[in-house]
């Protein structure tokens, strides 16, 4: 089975060399591994350049309309059995996840997709765990539970049939997108329990109080946009307390 990764950056330089390290040391073989790029102006490119052609299969640099267009491009240039993104400030926790992942797969063919857990790490030591995102069996969305996105692993054929990251959503296209698969059509989930990656903390929807406003507000809108119900008052608690009561569950 082809894995097809995919990296989306800008002004990644500070971190997407171990990224891209953490691809290489990967000790399955079948990967392409893409890298879309919206014309960074520092050191990324020097970075990639160096990878590519060898690690980095496939790579293009131009202008986008932000990250979830950017993360579009790089799945319609996909060409694997299983698609995957994985950010350019997260690495692997280990050499054999994708490994692991694939197996998976072939124990369950059933599988539409995959999902794992994570750490979040801290910016300067990514040996500095912070957070255990254990994501446990699968539940409602408006119960609060969701995968945590850079650790699901899904067939190519659920993105050619439900489609692609909405742009409507600026903070949650992420959460729309999972919403849509998982609970509206039902995709087939395997839960693989161990993390898979690790995360730098940060993000864009983590610089500000009123980012995390906004996210929930743009979740709320994704359940009412596939046509899912949920109760608008009580969600922000069912989704923000479980994930705080992690960070003292390292």
């Keep these: ?85 994985i950010n350019s400030d997260d690495l692997f926790c280990d050499d054999e996840a994708l490994e692991k992942i694939v197996r998976e797969f072939k124990n369950s063919p059933e599988a539409d997709a995959v999902y794992a857990d994570l750490y979040y790490v801290s910016q300067n030591n990514t040996d500095n765990i912070v957070r255990h995102w254990i994501t446990g069996n699968q539940k409602k969305f408006k119960k609060g539970w969701h995968p945590a996105h850079p650790t699901l692993y899904l067939k190519k054929h659920v993105y050619d049939k439900f489609g692609y990251f909405d742009l409507e959503y600026s903070l949650a296209a992420d959460f729309e997108i999972m919403l849509r698969f998982i609970d509206k059509y039902k995709i087939n989930l395997k839960y693989f329990k161990e993390p898979l990656v690790k995360m730098r903390l940060g993000g864009e929807t ?38 705080v009561v992690q960070f003292f569950k390292k």
């Design 206 to 243: 983590n610089k500000s109080i009123k980012n995390i406003l906004n996210q929930n507000v743009e979740c709320i809108k994704a359940f009412k946009n596939n046509d899912l119900s949920v109760n608008s008052i009580l969600y922000p608690f069912y989704r923000i307390l479980p994930k």
């Design 1 to 85: 089975m082809k894995v097809s990764l995919i990296t989306v950056c800008y002004n990644s330089s500070t971190t997407l060399k171990d990224t891209i390290e953490s691809v290489k040391r990967q000790t399955y073989s079948d990967i392409e591994y893409i890298i879309v790029d919206g014309k960074s102006k520092d050191k990324t490119l020097d970075i990639v350049n160096s990878y590519h052609p060898g690690v980095v299969t496939k790579f293009i640099s131009e202008s986008d309309k932000g990250l979830y267009d950017a993360m579009n491009k790089g799945i319609k240039m996909a060409t694997g059995d299983i698609i995957a993104l």
